[in-house]
């Protein structure tokens, strides 16, 4: 990790971080994303803990995919087999086994469901500062409320255009590398750099309900069809959705004067408040 720096505009998880929903599926299509979830639920489960003492959060309470129909549950047989060769427990459910598993949940108009025991959630929170701290301990260095400004750009003998530094409102840092981890303001991000970055905001809502009775310990339940996910709450549910009409942002207004990102840096030159030397 030694010659990374992370710049934060403000402080670390004060943009969408704090209200992410945390949730850990370990089933996908792809077998690189299985292979990238098993390695983030080691981590967050297990590795951050013993290398930091910091807790992610994590809970393992087990997921719980919802099919409708036969199509969803034999794309779903398709994930169980998947999962298999990469040691991911599942089990196809019925309905009735489903209502044995889950007491609250109305499965008459359910053909089946997939259940991943070792499913389950992190706090974002949580996690992000865990990792801040893990990766500080190897070398990295982090600097909040330092918002970047700007990006120079150069074209090289070949007519490639490539990074040679980052503007930051405390001076710039030389690097031939830059990590656009801005999220919604990815995109002007990219625009520092003369890049168009393919991304588009959208409204989200959620709801968290009051105490539910019963459903403490209960699964995370996504419903691929409905575009919808219950996400358990200590003793209460947050559920949220995917609309079929999302309202766009036409534009996210920019946090302040800069941005924060992560780059890779090979040296630095740099006025108060100081920022890394190489």
């Known amino acids: 990790v030694g010659g990374v720096v992370l710049l934060e505009r403000e402080r670390l998880t004060s943009g969408t971080t704090w209200h992410t929903a945390g949730l850990l599926w370990q089933l996908r299509p792809s077998d690189v994303e299985v292979e990238l979830l098993a390695h983030t639920r080691r981590v967050v489960s297990r590795e951050l803990e013993e290398e930091t003492g910091l807790h992610s959060g994590w809970i393992q309470n087990g997921g719980l995919f919802i099919a409708s129909n036969r199509q969803r549950l034999d794309e779903y047989k398709r994930l169980m087999s998947l999962g298999k060769a990469y040691g991911v427990e599942s089990h196809v459910l019925s309905p009735a086994e489903t209502k044995a598993l889950y007491p609250l949940m109305n499965v008459e108009d359910l053909y089946g469901t997939l259940y991943v025991p070792h499913d389950g959630t ?6 992000c500062t865990a990792l801040a701290r893990a990766a500080a301990a190897r070398g990295a260095q982090i600097i909040e409320n330092c918002p970047v400004t700007g990006i120079r750009v150069r074209t090289d003998d070949f007519g490639v255009r490539r990074v040679t530094a980052v503007e930051t409102e405390h001076g710039s840092i030389q690097t031939p590398c830059v990590v656009n981890c801005a999220g919604v303001w990815a995109s002007a991000v990219g625009q520092m750099a003369g890049v168009k970055v393919p991304l588009v905001a959208m409204h989200h809502a ?10 403490q310990n209960m699964p995370n339940v996504r419903d691929h069809d409905a575009s919808v996910y219950l996400r358990l709450q200590g003793d209460a549910l947050s559920v949220g959705g995917y609309e079929a009409n999302p309202i766009f942002w036409e534009e996210v207004r920019r946090p302040g004067r800069g941005l924060g990102l992560r780059l890779s840096m090979e040296r630095a030159s740099a006025r108060k408040p100081p920022l890394p030397k190489f």
């Open 122 to 127: 992190m706090d974002p929170a949580g996690t």
């Open 206 to 215: 959620y709801v968290v309900t009051e105490r539910i009775e019963g459903i």
